[in-house]
């Protein structure tokens, strides 16, 4: 069994910065495909960015390219997303997935799921 924790939502303004991270434990918790997602309520759940076991291939959705960032430390087991230039549009609840095939990754239909971490930009 895999647990996913997410940390560092928050509030701030648009144009501002905010750092997530998603630390993966439990048995049986590598090699994993992570990724972040995002949901509004009353919307689909949204893909936001994905990054590969090793090597550590990226994939970001275009309404964050240029924006986000996505990385992994492979030796703690974590994933971040460092978001910038964040925009009133990127609020939302972000939840950290992850697989051991990463197509669900990248297409939703991943195993894990992390609990959500509230964003909140505001204007």
């Known amino acids: 069994q895999v647990q996913l924790v997410e940390s560092g939502g928050g509030s701030v303004q648009a144009g501002g910065s905010l750092r997530l991270s998603c630390a993966a434990s439990?048995?049986?918790?590598?090699?994993?495909?992570m990724g972040w997602f995002r949901q509004v309520p009353g919307k689909e759940r949204e893909f936001v960015a994905a990054?590969?076991?090793?090597?550590?291939?990226?994939w970001l959705a275009d309404s964050v390219k240029g924006r986000f960032t996505i990385s992994r430390d492979t030796a703690r087991n974590t994933v971040s997303l460092q978001m910038n230039s964040l925009k009133t549009e990127d609020t939302a609840v972000y939840y950290c997935?992850?697989?051991?095939?990463?197509?669900?990754?990248?297409?939703?239909?991943?195993?894990?799921w992390g609990q959500g971490t509230q964003v909140t930009v505001s204007s």
């Open positions: 439990g048995r049986d918790y590598s090699p994993l495909h």
């Open positions: 990054i590969s076991w090793l090597p550590s291939n990226t």
């Open positions: 997935a992850a697989d051991k095939e990463l197509s669900r990754v990248k297409t939703g239909g991943a195993m894990h």
